[in-house]
């Protein structure tokens, strides 16, 4: 089948770019409105001058702006595959997970389990859940992510300009971002960051995997010990401070702590142990997020713990006994 067999005959497309599509690339914005579309037609069309803007000529790399006028040729696309339906018990387990909502940001504290997006064999993520729990809203997309395992604050922008606000942002290192993690061993109150650089890793069963490594990247995190169990776990606050993959897990394992429940940095017997206290999932979450608003100020978002840990936390108390760091 060719790149451009089609169930229905193509047609002239013609877009009309208000101020939440503007500063977009032309390229990207292609690829958003036409589903299905391969990289090599959206450019194919662009470099033989068939998409016009305003009647004229564009790079792959022009940014729109407000009150440009897109002509799009006639495409033959093959039909797109039905998304899958959100359950009710997700949709409403997302609706009762909704922290925040005004006409710019959706703040929501994410299940465990639940991955951001759809994707490598994923049929429904936050995203997609989101979207068909707001079919009227023209703008809805992920501010930043969070792995599948972890839990707690994640941002969904309702319009571009409020998505390209908090980018900015987060590049000026203005948003804080501050998570809980359950880890192995008794944490020094000394030990306050971990700089190590991290590299990713392909393993040849096309897993990600990230390691401290010299060659790799700048990473920094901040951690404070907030609650002891014996000599046995330590809760620890985690700011980082760098947004590198899995940067949390990966700086807790080189300290010589990984985190209870992690499946890929963390340590078998110990995660097969603490599942007597009812950790059976990774103990990371995104606790707390300070953001200045789009709308203006600043606001902090609180992300409650889930009941789950929340009781394995008050069994581990009661079994080990806690000290509070000072």
């Not at 022009?62 to 009150?67: A, E, V």
């Not at 359950?87 to 006409?103: A, G, K, M, Q, T």
């Not at 319009?159 to 809980?180: D, E, G, P, V």
Request: with cysteine; net charge positive.
């Amino acid at each position: 089948m060719s790149e451009e067999t089609t169930t229905s005959a193509p047609a002239v497309q013609w877009f009309e770019i208000d101020s939440e599509l503007a500063g977009q690339r032309i390229d990207n914005f292609l690829r958003t409105r036409l589903k299905g579309a391969p990289k090599t037609l959206i450019y194919r069309i662009l470099r033989k001058g068939e998409v016009r803007v305003n009647k004229k000529r564009i790079k792959p790399d022009y940014r729109l702006q407000d009150g440009d006028l897109v002509r799009v040729p006639p495409i033959r696309l093959s039909a797109e595959k039905p998304q899958a339906e959100v359950s009710d018990n997700l949709r409403e387990l997302v609706e009762r997970s909704i922290l925040f909502e005004d006409n710019d940001l959706i703040v929501i504290n994410k299940p465990s389990g639940l991955a951001v997006h759809g994707g490598s064999g994923i049929s429904l993520g936050l995203i997609e859940t989101i979207r068909q729990m707001r079919p009227d809203a023209k703008f809805l997309e992920l501010v930043h992510r969070l792995d599948r395992d972890t839990s707690g604050c994640i941002m969904v922008a309702k319009k571009r300009s409020a998505l390209r606000f908090l980018h900015a942002a987060m590049q000026a290192k203005q948003i804080t971002k501050i998570y809980h993690a359950l880890v192995e061993g008794k944490w020094s109150a000394r030990k306050l960051k971990v700089d190590a650089p991290l590299q990713k890793n392909e393993l040849k069963s096309g897993e990600r995997v990230v390691k401290a490594h010299p060659l790799g990247k700048l990473s920094l995190t901040e951690f404070k010990v907030l609650q002891r169990f014996g000599n046995f776990v330590t809760l620890v606050e985690a700011r980082p401070i760098t947004g590198r993959t899995h940067q949390i897990r990966v700086h807790c394992q080189f300290a010589g702590h990984p985190i209870i429940g992690d499946d890929k940095y963390g340590t078998d017997p110990v995660n097969r142990e603490m599942k007597s206290y009812g950790i059976r999932r990774l103990f990371l979450h995104a606790a707390e997020l300070r953001v200045p608003m789009p709308s203006g100020g600043r606001k902090i978002f609180h992300a409650p713990l889930g009941d789950e840990l929340e009781k394995s936390l008050k069994k581990l108390k009661k079994t080990e006994g806690q000290s509070t760091a000072r």
